[in-house]
């Protein structure tokens, strides 16, 4: 019985070689006839058999798999993949074995898949085809992952294509494997034009100062990558909705960017999504000291303070954009509206008056009070119908101060600005 038994499983053992084989051929066959649709096809029967093959016979089919799916390069993006890590596989199990047999073929075909990527993103990149680029660089990072520069650059195309998603995956795998991206530069001014010239590589340069084609050589390091990949992180989860990511995010990101103020602002801004209006001052009024003369932070200082009720705040904040950018329509038109702010409160006290004297009289001084928020307001509402003529929001205020203040002629021109405003708007 036992004879038997031994004589079945050799049978077995037997057949189960010989279809690995078979697979193993069907694949070469289709190869060598570059009918990769039915390489691929025998790559997946002669897969379920693995588990049987001995490793001289694992390392030749990774190896032709990697062929069947990169298909000379027109395999899709998840079959290109497969290939890049069949080849891995290969080198890992020969590497083992000690017997390098298809390693060097394979390296020479891994050298010719990472040209063919890189020559693909690089043309996708400057035809502005960014998406094909970002999977491009990728490819060629998966390739050699010595060179992690090629990740850094699937990162910067994927935010060019505002593909976040993608961009936020590889600036992750960036941080968490502490890129930096300093590369040294190589410089030499050129003896005929005076222009100073950068080459690709030392050896280059060298050469060409050597045959005095140009002079004063030098090498400078380039500023290291990692401040611009930590910021990017952050903006793209404020992008997502992702505030406390976001914040989480910026607190490294400040570290490598101290003096960014886009940053800051960015930060600002997350704070004051989360409701965080005290943290959103600090931040802003930082900026103010980080960038004195920027009309728009002083303007959004006095919006934060209008809306904390801090009329007198808000006008000197708007007052100081004015006089860095005396154009700044916003600023002029909201001075006057916190100007106006005011005469709900004189005309409650108005109407709370009883008829005596005493009343009477302080009714005539809050109405002369109220006229003159009234004359306070017309400059900021004149310079903004003079920096946006089209304006009729303020054209009407304006008709409307000048009637209540007993300035016909002016009123009558306001009315007629108007009507011609209409009639642009209508087309006529």
Not at 19 to 47: G, P, R, T, Y
Not at 164 to 171: Q, S, T
Not at 323 to 345: H, R
Not at 405 to 421: C, F, H, S
Request: glycine content about 4%.
């Amino acid at each position: 019985m036992k004879k038997v038994i031994a004589l079945v499983l050799f049978v077995a053992f037997t057949s189960m070689s010989f279809a690995q084989k078979n697979e193993i051929k069907a694949i070469e066959k289709a190869l060598k006839n570059s009918n990769f649709s039915d390489a691929k096809s025998a790559a997946s029967a002669a897969e379920a058999l693995i588990g049987n093959m001995d490793d001289k016979t694992k390392a030749k089919f990774y190896f032709l798999k990697a062929q069947a799916l990169y298909a000379n390069g027109a395999g899709t993006d998840a079959n290109i993949d497969e290939a890049i890590s069949s080849l891995e596989s290969l080198k890992d199990l020969e590497s083992k074995m000690g017997k390098l047999k298809y390693t060097q073929q394979a390296n020479e075909m891994t050298s010719s898949m990472l040209n063919s990527f890189l020559t693909k993103a690089n043309n996708a990149f400057s035809n502005k085809n960014y998406k094909i680029a970002a999977k491009g660089f990728e490819k060629a990072y998966k390739m050699s992952p010595k060179d992690t520069i090629y990740l850094y650059y699937a990162a910067s195309s994927a935010v060019t294509d505002q593909d976040y998603d993608a961009a936020l995956d590889y600036y992750l795998q960036l941080k968490n494997m502490g890129f930096r991206g300093e590369q040294m530069n190589y410089y030499a001014t050129n003896k005929e034009t005076g222009v100073e010239e950068s080459f690709s590589d030392k050896a280059s340069r060298d050469f060409s100062v050597k045959a005095k084609l140009h002079m004063d050589p030098r090498d400078e390091k380039s500023e290291p990558k990692t401040a611009e990949i930590v910021k990017n992180i952050a903006l793209i989860y404020v992008s997502q909705g992702e505030d406390e990511k976001a914040l989480a995010a910026m607190t490294d990101a400040r570290k490598e960017n101290p003096d960014d103020l886009g940053l800051l602002l960015s930060e600002a801004n997350v704070h004051l999504k989360m409701g965080n209006r005290d943290k959103f001052k600090v931040l802003m009024e930082e900026a103010t000291t980080k960038d004195p003369n920027n009309a728009e932070l002083q303007y959004n200082l006095g919006v934060l303070a209008a809306e904390g009720g801090n009329v007198e705040a808000s006008k000197k904040y708007y007052e100081k954009a004015i006089s860095i950018d005396p154009n700044y329509v916003d600023a002029y038109n909201n001075l006057a509206v916190a100007i106006l702010s005011e005469e709900a409160t004189i005309v409650e006290q108005m109407n709370a008056l009883g008829t005596s004297a005493a009343d009477n009289r302080k009714y005539d001084e809050l109405k002369e009070e109220k006229a003159q928020l009234y004359r306070d307001a017309i400059p900021y509402l004149e310079k903004v119908l003079e920096l946006k003529s089209s304006n009729i929001d303020t054209a009407k205020t304006l008709m409307n101060i000048y009637s209540v203040l007993g300035e016909m002629d002016k009123m009558k021109a306001m009315k007629a600005k108007i009507e011609q405003i209409q009639s642009a708007a209508n087309g006529n």
